[in-house]
């Protein structure tokens, strides 16, 4: 099967004025056709980073500073803008956080969507209007002739995303990042958008980059999952594998300190500490403040190993009879 | 819409009888126009005579209520000095000071939101840079001052322009104006450009900071991550969101622009109400500045009136009322 997304060694720094912000620091993974893939981290980790350099809008002073993006064969950096433009919601598309943000307020949904349609294809007003139609009846929007000619603040948070969905699936893309896409909605919505994305992933053959902070939403939903910890990747698997036996101490960490994990009536257990600064991040492993496994050989660099499909990045890894 | 615009009249009528009251006592308290229109030689019988057919012999509160009564059946008084009616000196003014405020406006707009993108899109580059400081000398810059530089330039040392008057004027549309004749237009240059220079600045840099605010915003990012053109981007998801702002400030400038082109005019010899305004304060011709205030606070009215309109029409928010 030939992987739909291939990165190979991306960094993203961003140039400021107090010096060089790693944000994205020698990532690889791939996504294959028709896979979920699960991107967890915290805050700040750089898994929004890694969603936008593979669409190549990183607001400077951020770049693109080495790797390959290879999308179909195709390396996406050596791309001109141009060239960059026409890929970009017509073969991956992308679901922001906050759907109150992402649709424009002065613009009716019909724009919004139609400008969509014509910026890839070219096919008349008219056209493009039944097409968007159809999309938002796809996920799910009651009356979508007369929605279409609504504002966005005329629709609560969950159906906006619904309406940025649509958008997203428009031209049918290979790819669609997803990022946090129903961190900002409540509970019940948020596990509607996660069926329907689901189903609809399914149903056209795309490929999916889940980005998430909340490893419940990634456990129902990925088929894979990568844990990003300061701007790397530290451990790569199959979902079932790394949530049942993780092998990176963070991975662990997450894991004690979700609400689930932890019989009722005891505490959680937080990973104590905080992330490093992006700024200034310890050389070697930069979990290792945090880390109750550390020993002095974590002060260097520990490189990627791969074990039974599992990828880690770690000098003492939890073992497991099974692994 | 229609409690609005009712609500709206009744308030402009509170505003327009305010106006009057303040205006008319403020005018009697600077002076009697008695001193300044009746030559020093004239007898006392002369003198109580004028002052009878003016109705300047009556206590202030008859001759406000005489003028409030006049008022409404449409006469706003006849000027003292020019013993014409007072409304048509300023409907015979009111063209040339309308076309002088319009082409200034026009210029700002035309210059300064093309000015203000480039300053926005491209931040704190040399571009910028020179349009920024531009802006900080059309700001501080007194316009009287600015506008005497532009006769000593263009005037007096190239001799490019004219710096006085009207010029020819042509007829359009049974509408005569300096715009329709090569020679009006001529006349018409320098001072538009003297009211307008303010105006640029405050255009060039509300558009500038409206770049910069929308910019960032995730919808500006979802627009490219759909493949919509970067020039899309600009003149329709941002520019559409800068024109709220925009409009509200301009509707504002505009009605201060048509009041204060007083100083321009001074310095142009433009024949706007501008200068009757002046000439007639001097002269203490109360009908004349009563009416001219009346006028202007109508078209103030007029004019946030339609800002109102044109933001229902910008703002979708605005039109449908609140979220459902």
């Given at each position: 099967m030939t992987p739909v997304l291939e990165v190979k060694n991306l960094s993203t720094h961003f140039m400021t004025r107090r010096g060089v912000l790693k944000a994205v620091d020698d990532v690889s993974f791939t996504v294959g056709e028709r896979e979920i893939v699960g991107l967890v981290g915290e805050s700040g980790s750089g898994k929004s980073i890694t969603g936008f350099s593979i669409l190549g809008l990183v607001d400077p002073p951020g770049r693109v500073v080495s790797g390959q993006i290879l999308f179909n064969g195709e390396d996406l950096l050596t791309k001109s803008p141009t060239a960059m433009r026409a890929i970009r919601g017509k073969r991956i598309a992308m679901i922001f956080q906050d759907p109150m943000m992402t649709l424009?307020?002065?613009?009716s949904v019909a724009t919004q969507m139609i400008e969509t349609v014509q910026a890839h294809d070219r096919v008349s007003r008219a056209e493009a209007r039944a097409r968007s139609r159809d999309a938002l009846g796809l996920v799910g929007i009651p009356s979508p002739e007369e929605r279409l000619d609504s504002y966005p603040h005329q629709f609560s948070g969950g159906m906006r995303q619904r309406v940025a969905i649509a958008i997203a699936l428009l031209h049918r893309p290979d790819l669609i990042i997803a990022d946090e896409p129903t961190t900002a909605l409540d509970v019940t919505i948020q596990s509607q958008i996660l069926f329907e994305i689901k189903r609809l992933a399914a149903e056209f053959g795309m490929a999916l980059i889940w980005i998430s902070h909340d490893l419940g939403v990634v456990a129902a939903l990925a088929d894979r999952i990568m844990v990003m910890y300061a701007g790397r990747i530290v451990e790569a698997g199959q979902v079932d594998g790394v949530l049942t036996a993780p092998r990176h101490p963070y991975t662990s960490g997450l894991l004690s300190a979700v609400p689930a994990a932890v019989p009722r009536g005891e505490p959680l257990r937080p990973i104590p500490g905080f992330a490093p600064s992006p700024l200034s991040r310890p050389s070697g492993c930069a979990f290792r403040d945090r880390c109750a496994r550390a020993t002095d050989l974590c002060a260097t660099e520990p490189m990627l190993e791969i074990a039974a499909g599992r990828e880690f990045r770690c000098f003492h890894p939890h073992l497991w009879s099974a692994a | 819409m229609t409690v609005f615009v009712i609500r709206r009249f009744l308030q402009s009528i509170a505003v327009l009888i305010v106006t009057a009251v303040i205006v008319f006592i403020g005018i009697y308290a600077i002076g009697d126009p008695a001193e300044m229109l009746i030559a020093p030689d004239a007898s006392p019988a002369e003198r109580a005579q004028v002052v009878a057919s003016l109705g300047l012999d009556k206590p202030l509160w008859e001759q406000f209520f005489t003028f409030a009564w006049n008022a409404l059946h449409g006469d706003l008084g006849r000027s003292f000095v020019f013993n014409r009616p007072s409304i048509a000196l300023i409907f015979e003014r009111l063209p040339a000071t309308l076309e002088l405020t319009l082409t200034g406006l026009v210029f700002a707009l035309v210059l300064g939101i093309p000015l203000g993108l480039v300053s926005g899109l491209k931040p704190n580059s040399p571009t910028d840079e020179v349009i920024m400081t531009g802006s900080i000398f059309g700001f501080s810059l007194p316009s009287f001052w600015q506008g005497m530089m532009l006769i000593m330039i263009?005037?007096?040392?190239?001799?490019?322009?004219?710096?006085t008057g009207r010029g020819q004027m042509g007829e359009f549309l049974g509408i005569r104006s300096s715009l329709f004749t090569l020679d009006g237009l001529t006349h018409l240059i320098l001072p538009a450009i003297n009211l307008s220079l303010f105006k640029l600045s405050l255009v060039i840099r509300l558009t500038r900071t409206g770049v910069r605010e929308t910019m960032p915003l995730d919808f500006v990012k979802f627009a490219r991550a759909k493949g919509v053109s970067e020039r899309r981007i600009v003149f329709v998801h941002v520019f559409k969101n800068i024109l709220i702002p925009l409009i509200t400030v301009i509707g504002l400038e505009l009605g201060s622009m048509l009041a204060f082109a007083v100083v321009t005019e001074t310095i142009f010899a433009w024949p706007g109400i501008g200068k009757l305004l002046i000439d007639s304060i001097m002269r203490l011709d109360r009908p004349v500045v009563v009416a001219y205030l009346l006028v202007i606070v109508s078209l103030f009215i007029f004019i946030n009136f339609v800002v109102d309109v044109l933001y229902s029409l910008v703002d979708p928010r605005v039109r449908l009322g609140g979220a459902q």
């Open positions: 424009n307020p002065v613009l | 263009f005037s007096v040392w190239l001799g490019w322009l004219p710096s």
